[in-house]
């Protein structure tokens, strides 16, 4: 069996067969589909990933590295450490030699060292050196506090603070008022939501939009829509079928949630969508919908008493019987709502990739309202796709 004159690798094949579950077991093995790395698409779009991912010690190398650079506002290697994991993530075999990613694209020279020092060392001394490195380490504990980006923890680095702790006890510093509910609510944020705690707010968010548009589709998107077990947060599409729109809507349910004491933080974007102006050329921003970014009060099954053996523990537990928890709310016009979906599910690597699979394989511009024929569009020839 050959491909571009290249044999294919037949303990790669075998590996497949090991690893598929799904193929019946009296199929012989020259049967089975070949991995042909040639044929493996530089687009996340074009390719097959599950939530299985073989090289994990790759995949979380990469994105330290692709972290870091992006710290370093380096967005040229911080793409080309995200499509490698990409890439990697989608592999049906984990990689031990190097004559397993031969052929395959998204693989530079970078990356293809890390690669090396992982199969021979079983780590990276470059990722290591940036997981030790002081600046990584103080702009990841400062980017995972909401509303904290990488031009805020530059400041602080610069200021000389180091850690979260540091930023909360410096009372001279300005915060906006979403870093406050990010550092007021920190632990609970930081700490990832489960799948059964978005089941939970799943319900709530559907009862509440439900009592005002009886009809309404609210869809969980983002990391729990693709099968993820856990997220840093949870994000809800809302739409209405049908010609009835509400544009209180998002200001009903908010003001709800304000009444029963739920909310905890609440920042509304209002929507910025102009017909006429799209596809719109402004890329900073992912859409123009009308959204909001809230902190939400779970309320847990509180812990049972009996295992508290001092009034003390008895009290921290009727202290908090909650976890605050950040959920996304993106209300869309019935039309635009594929657009949206296909937008809000991500992964941010299959968006970025199929808004540049459509620009360049199909000279089409998709962004999150609709898919338009660039070459039927006039002045729109300056459009930007990353
Ligand atoms: N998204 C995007 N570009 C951005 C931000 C988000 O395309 N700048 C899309 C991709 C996923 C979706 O929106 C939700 O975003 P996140 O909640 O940040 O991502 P997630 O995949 O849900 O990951 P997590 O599990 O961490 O929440
Ligand atoms: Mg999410």
């Known amino acids: 069996c050959m491909e571009a004159g290249r044999p294919v690798d037949s303990e790669v094949k075998y590996r497949l067969m090991e690893q598929s579950q799904s193929l019946p077991l009296n199929m012989p093995a020259l049967e089975m589909p070949a991995f042909i790395a040639t044929k493996v698409s530089q687009y996340s779009c074009q390719r097959k990933t599950t939530l299985n991912n073989y090289n994990k010690k790759f995949t979380d190398a990469f994105e330290v590295m692709a972290e870091n650079y992006e710290f370093k506002e380096n967005e040229i290697f911080c793409l080309e450490f995200l499509r490698a994991a990409s890439l990697l993530k989608s592999l049906p075999f984990s990689v031990t030699r190097m004559k397993d990613i031969q052929g395959l694209p998204c693989v530079g020279d970078q990356v293809r060292d890390i690669i090396e020092e992982i199969i021979e060392e079983g780590e990276s001394s470059r990722v290591n050196e940036v997981l030790n490195d002081e600046r990584y380490k103080a702009f990841k504990q400062f980017t995972s506090v909401f509303g904290v980006g990488v031009k805020t923890s530059e400041k602080w680095y610069r200021m000389g603070l180091r850690t979260v702790e540091e930023v909360k006890a410096d009372k001279t510093l300005k915060l906006s008022k979403m870093q406050k509910a990010g550092l007021l609510y920190y632990e609970d944020l930081v700490s990832c939501v489960s799948k059964a705690e978005a089941d939970a707010v799943s319900l709530i968010v559907k009862n509440t939009v439900c009592t005002f548009l009886p009809d309404a589709l609210v869809t969980i998107t983002g990391g729990f829509r693709r099968g993820k077990n856990i997220g840093h947060d949870i994000d809800f599409l809302i739409t209405n079928p049908g010609p009835r729109e509400d544009d209180e809507l998002l200001h009903k349910v908010i003001d709800l949630w304000k009444k029963q ?10 929507s910025t969508f102009v017909k006429e102006q799209l596809p719109s050329r402004k ?23 009996s295992t508290c053996n001092t009034s003390e ?4 537990a009727e202290v908090k019987d909650w976890k605050a928890i950040r959920v996304d709310l993106v209300i869309t ?22 808004r540049r699979y459509a620009a360049h394989e199909r000279k089409m511009i998709l962004d999150n309202h609709g898919l338009y024929d660039r070459r039927k569009l006039i002045n729109h020839f300056e459009y930007i796709v990353q």
């Open 333 to 354: 016009p019935f039309e635009q709502y594929p657009y949206a979906l296909l937008g809000w599910t991500g992964s941010r690597q299959f968006g970025r990739d199929l």
């Open 261 to 270: 004491g739920l909310l905890l933080y609440c920042d509304i974007i209002e």
């Open 313 to 316: 523990q008895l009290e921290m």
């Open 283 to 305: 890329v900073d921003a992912m859409d123009h919908f009308q959204k909001c970014f809230a902190i939400l009060k779970l309320y847990q099954p509180r812990v049972d008493n």
